[in-house]
């Protein structure tokens, strides 16, 4: 499977980005500070970027997100509100969204790795689309671990899961008791600009 490796501070610089939405609150470049600003951007380049900010955030790569952008078309509402919602039901990102890893690439690793079910079942495809009422929980013998152990502890940092989400008791785990609106998308993204891009 493909990887994005690009450097967190550098691509978040470039896409307009603050590296928190990433989950890494300490990281910053400032080499080129004004970099971006020199030349104005043609409207290509303005929808091109958009489009990259939203694979870089969820760790997307182009094949999948085409596949996510023909099935918001077809389905019913604006196109671009309707990506971003199906694209934050992703598995890895509710993992990371649950506070159950700091970053959206731990928590894709983590899935990757078998460590969650999904209504009791052990589901280890990043991508698998959550609907409402599915509960997410820690796998039982990966609960014994240090990072999970320190979690249902509250010795990590607590993250406030967004209101379609639950978070367990126990801190591991949660319930999607709603399907996410466009307002939950945490960064600033201009949708109509990747419906654009695809529609030409």
């Known amino acids: 499977m493909a990887k994005n490796m690009q450097p967190i501070a550098k691509r978040c610089r470039t896409l307009g980005l603050s590296p928190a939405v ?5 990281k910053t470049s400032n080499r080129n500070p004004n970099g971006n600003s020199r030349r104005k951007k043609s409207e290509y380049s303005l929808q091109l970027t958009e489009k990259q900010k939203v694979k870089f955030v969820y760790g997307i790569m182009e094949k999948q997100f085409r596949a996510y952008y ?10 671009g509100a309707v990506l971003l919602t199906i694209i934050e039901r992703r598995l890895d990102n509710v993992v990371f ?12 690793q983590l899935v990757n790795h078998g460590h969650f079910t999904v209504n009791g079942t ?71 600009l990747i419906v654009e891009l695809y529609s030409k």
């Open 70 to 79: 023909e099935k918001a078309a077809k389905a019913e509402g604006k196109t």
């Open 122 to 192: 052990r589901v280890d495809i990043p991508s698998f689309l959550v609907k409402a009422g599915d509960v997410i929980e820690v796998c039982e013998k990966s609960r014994s671990t240090t990072r999970f152990k320190t979690i249902a502890e509250g010795q990590t940092a607590s993250y406030a899961a967004p209101k379609w989400l639950e978070k367990a008791e126990n801190l591991l785990g949660g319930k999607v008791i709603a399907l996410p609106q466009r307002e939950d998308v945490d960064f600033p993204v201009e949708e109509h």
């Open 97 to 108: 969204r649950l506070g159950l890893a700091t970053t959206r690439r731990e928590a894709r």
């Open 22 to 26: 990433m989950g890494y609150s300490k």
